[in-house]
């Protein structure tokens, strides 16, 4: 089993940054894509970004194009989400989840996080 936990979420006003970790334990050799989605209220799951094993390659979705970086420290088994210039849509429930499958980016995951609340006020 592989457990994900999210931290660094928070209220920020518009224009500011925040940097969002999703640390793993257990199994972690299983996960081969770590990915970042968030959920507004009343919408739709939405895929942010994702990065593979050894950080060679990251996709982002719409919402993450430009303004977001997904990282990851192997060594700290932790994936990172920074996030700058954010604006109020950003507010939502960001989630980290992990795939086994191959290919990496925007597809099905099989393990999640609790998520962590980011608040951006206008």
């Known amino acids: 089993q592989v457990q994900l936990v999210e931290s660094g979420g928070g209220k920020v006003q518009a224009g500011g940054s925040l940097r969002l970790s999703c640390e793993a334990s257990g199994r972690t050799f299983s996960i081969s894509c770590t990915g970042w989605f968030r959920q507004a209220p009343g919408k739709e799951r939405e895929f942010v970004a994702a990065i593979t094993r050894y950080g060679d390659l990251t996709y982002y979705g719409d919402s993450g194009k430009g303004r977001f970086t997904i990282s990851r420290d192997n060594a700290k088994n932790t994936v990172y989400l920074q996030m700058n210039s954010l604006k109020p849509e950003d507010t939502a429930v960001y989630y980290c989840?992990?795939?086994?499958?191959?290919?990496?980016?925007?597809?099905?995951?099989?393990?999640w996080g609790q998520g962590t609340q980011v608040t951006v006020s206008s």
């Open positions: 989840a992990g795939r086994s499958r191959p290919l990496c980016g925007q597809y099905e995951y099989d393990v």
